[in-house]
Each structure stands twice: as C-alpha cells, then as structure tokens.
C-alpha cells in the first residue's frame, strides 16, 4: 500500500502561472482533502471531498480549484499562482468522516 | 474564533525530562473527536491518537499519555523521559460529526528536545 501520493515534492512557480498538483491514494478512502500550511497557522483547508463527483471549499479556497473524478484521484489546480500561495500543501485522505486522516508528504511551493 | 487553540509555540526540554502539550478547544456539539499529529523534521503529519468525547478515560502509548478534560475543554499530551527523536512540530486538531469540512487544526507546538 502505498497510502497517500502527492506529486510533486518542490516546486517553485512565476506569478502567474498554473499548475496542478497531484493527489493519490490507494486506500478506496471516500473523503479526501487540501490543506496548505504556513509558518504559526497551523493547516487550512483549502477544499475537500466526500466521494467522486462531489467537492466543496474549505477556509481558504481562493485561487485554487478541485475535482474528484475517481475515488482515487484529487488534483488541485492553481489557476494563475500568485506569491502568497507560497506554501507547504498537503492532501490527505480519510475513510470517512471524523476518522483518522493519512496525508501525503506534502508539496513545497514557492511563487516567485 | 480559534476552535482549538495551543497556547504553546515552542517549547525546550533536555533529553529525558517530562513535558506536556496543551490542546484547548471550543465545541457546542456533544459529540466530537480529538486528534494529535506529529510533524517531524521530514515534513510529513503522523497520527498519533483519535479519542471521541464520550471517552474522557486517559489513555497511556509507551511514553506517550493523554489527559482529556471535558470539563476545562482540553486533551493535553504528555512525553515522558522525551528524547531527541521526539523533536517535532504537533498539532491537536477537533472534528465536530456534522460538519463535513473535517478538522479544526490547532496552530501547532514545536518541541525541541536537547540532547
């Protein structure tokens, strides 16, 4: 088992540009998440999912858009990055609701 | 309002001293879960413990222990005789069961353990 597979680890973005990081996991977990961490603000939710097909905003979904095609599969995209989506972000996946939540390594991004 | 707010940004201890992580949160509903996480240098977020609100029984893991206080709304965690790989980031979080956006994640305490 794999678990949780984010792809990429680094990435360092001009303002302006979009990207799309991958999500993946391999534990048929119906609930799957976005979180972006920075420095004394804990982890924020960006946007989630509680099955294929059915997505909504988090706190601080700005910017960013989602997709749940596949149970499996939870891309995040940034649409046009800008340097305050600077951030670690991370995805994590849930079995279901209030259960424990396996994450990814993260992705480091940095918007220059 | 913080839902779950730790007081504690960073804290040091020597190599084998006892320390404890303060978790407060703030819930209307009477069914909750509480979460820690550790985040080690390597970046990745470790469960350590799932405990629902109907559970205030303290819970002992090797040197690990947890106090979950209903009546001053806290689950404090405590190392004892901590070591250097217990160094990391932790998080206490809250999930509340109607709402599907999951978890509150308190701000994090960063220990630092000194060999």
């Known amino acids: 088992n794999a678990g949780v597979t984010q792809t990429p680890k680094f990435q360092v973005l001009k303002t302006g540009q979009s990207m799309t990081l991958q999500c993946a996991q391999d534990?048929?977990?119906?609930?799957m998440s976005w979180y972006r961490q920075d420095p004394g603000m804990g982890l924020r939710l960006i946007h989630y999912s509680v099955g294929a097909g059915i997505t909504d905003q988090g706190e601080v979904p700005n910017g960013y858009n989602v997709s749940r095609s596949t149970t499996e599969d939870f891309p995040l995209r940034l649409l046009s990055a800008a340097p305050s989506q600077t951030s670690v972000y991370f995805c994590a996946s849930s079995y279901e609701l209030n259960t424990e939540a396996f994450f990814g390594q993260g992705t480091r991004l940095t918007v220059v | 309002a913080q839902k779950v707010t730790q007081a504690q940004t960073e804290i040091s201890v020597v190599e084998k001293e006892d320390v404890t992580l303060d978790c407060v949160y703030e819930?209307?509903?009477?069914?909750?879960?509480l979460f820690w996480y550790k985040q080690p240098p390597s970046g990745e977020l470790v469960f350590l413990i799932r405990r629902n609100s109907f559970d205030e029984q303290n819970e002992i893991s090797g040197r690990y222990s947890w106090n979950f206080q209903k009546s001053t709304s806290s689950f404090n965690f405590t190392i004892t005789a901590s070591q250097v790989v217990d160094s990391a980031v932790y998080f206490c979080a809250l999930s509340e069961p109607f709402r599907r956006d999951q978890f509150y994640f308190g701000t994090g305490t960063s220990l630092t353990v000194i060999p």
């Open positions: 819930t209307r509903d009477t069914t909750y879960y």
């Open positions: 534990m048929n977990h119906e609930y």
